[in-house]
């Protein structure tokens, strides 16, 4: 079983940046698939980013050209890279990694508060 720990949010004026870390508490070598989902007040939980297998990569609409996801397998750690943030960028966010035969988890989220 992985434990996952989110960490990076916070408070930031609209344009900034934040990197959110995502670390696991044994390795993710072999979860081909991680991603990043973001849940605002009142809302559904959403994608944001994923990467899957060897590197092929996905992204929100909403977030392309602004956010940036990847993994070092060494550090068991997953990361999103978050520039030109906007107020509408406020949620709680999640980390997730899964494959079949290993399991899907989740981390219990970081907050990502975006000032206008």
């Known amino acids: 079983q992985v434990q996952l720990v989110e960490s990076g949010g916070g408070l930031v004026q609209a344009g900034g940046s934040l990197r959110l870390s995502c670390a696991a508490s044994?390795?993710?070598?072999?979860?081909?698939?991680v991603g990043w989902y973001r849940q605002a007040p009142g809302k559904q939980r959403d994608l944001v980013a994923r990467m899957i297998g060897g590197g092929s990569t996905n992204y929100a609409d909403s977030v392309k050209g602004r956010f940036t996801i990847s993994r070092d397998n060494a550090k068991s750690t997953v990361y999103l890279q978050m520039n030109m943030l906007k107020p509408e960028d406020t949620a709680v966010y999640y980390c997730?990694?899964?494959?079949?035969?290993?399991?899907?988890?989740w981390g219990k989220g970081t907050l990502v508060t975006v000032s206008s």
């Open positions: 997730n990694v899964a494959a079949t035969g290993w399991g899907n988890y």
């Open positions: 044994g390795s993710i070598f072999n979860y081909n698939y």
